[in-house]
């Protein structure tokens, strides 16, 4: 079974902090994605990744940085956490096609006070 | 007009009924169409791809409608495990881009 782990279930961070949010993926999946998820818009693409130390903009990446130095791994880095980041962040991976299945991770909720 | 829109629900049906929604695109271009459960707390999973030509997987039957714009799914015989909130996903035209809708919640009660 393909199994998208993320570091922690729920956070909660000041206004101002850096946070770093974790993803591994155990399946080789050559695609990563870092979604948020907001009541009534649904899941929003943030960034995503093809490759390692690849990295690209999705719909919603203003506030939002991303690392990925290994394959398995994929971070969302918030450099100065905001009120409005406040969400559900959702990792996913796929094999390879953008029309592969996405596998997603059991979410981080965020909360910034 | 947001890319990808649906209907948010929450669909009340009974037990055993049969319940269908729709999700309707902008870009006539676009590729392919999947539908996604998300059970309340819990991440995305894929339910089933929706083909040109229409597509069934047991109880569950997912149409594409090019010409209207719209991806349909229809439960027939609802289980109460079926209470989920299904999103619709859209591939671009140039197939590297992937939107979700809002999701339809679907609630059944015995």
């Known amino acids: 079974d393909v199994k998208v782990t993320q570091s922690s279930r729920y956070l909660v961070k000041r206004t101002g902090e850096k946070v770093f949010l974790e993803c591994v993926q155990d399946?080789?999946?050559?695609?990563m994605f870092w979604y948020r998820q907001d009541p009534g818009l649904g899941l929003r693409l943030i960034y995503f990744?093809?490759?390692?130390?690849?990295?690209e903009k999705g719909d919603i990446p203003e506030g939002y940085s991303v690392s990925r130095e290994k394959k398995e791994r994929f971070s969302l880095i918030l450099e100065s956490a905001s009120t409005n980041q406040t969400s559900m962040y959702l990792c996913a991976s796929s094999p390879g096609h953008t029309t592969d299945t996405q596998y997603f991770g059991p979410g981080t909720r965020l909360t910034v006070l | 007009r947001k890319e990808v829109e649906q209907d948010p629900g929450p669909f009340n049906v009974p037990e055993g009924a049969t319940v269908a929604f729709n999700c309707t695109y902008s870009n006539s271009a676009s590729q392919s169409f999947f539908w996604y459960r998300q059970d309340c707390r819990k991440e995305p999973k894929l339910l089933m791809s929706?083909?040109?030509s229409g597509n069934e997987d047991g109880r569950f039957t997912a149409q594409l409608n090019r010409a209207s714009q719209y991806i349909s799914l229809l439960i027939r015989d609802s289980k109460l495990s079926d209470s989920a909130t299904y999103l619709c996903?859209?591939?671009?035209?140039?197939?590297?881009?992937?939107?979700f809708g809002g999701g339809t919640r679907v609630l059944v009660k015995p």
């Open positions: 399946m080789d999946h050559e695609n």
């Open positions: 996903v859209v591939i671009g035209a140039a197939g590297n881009k992937l939107t």
């Open positions: 929706v083909y040109s």
């Open positions: 990744s093809y490759d390692v130390k690849m990295k």
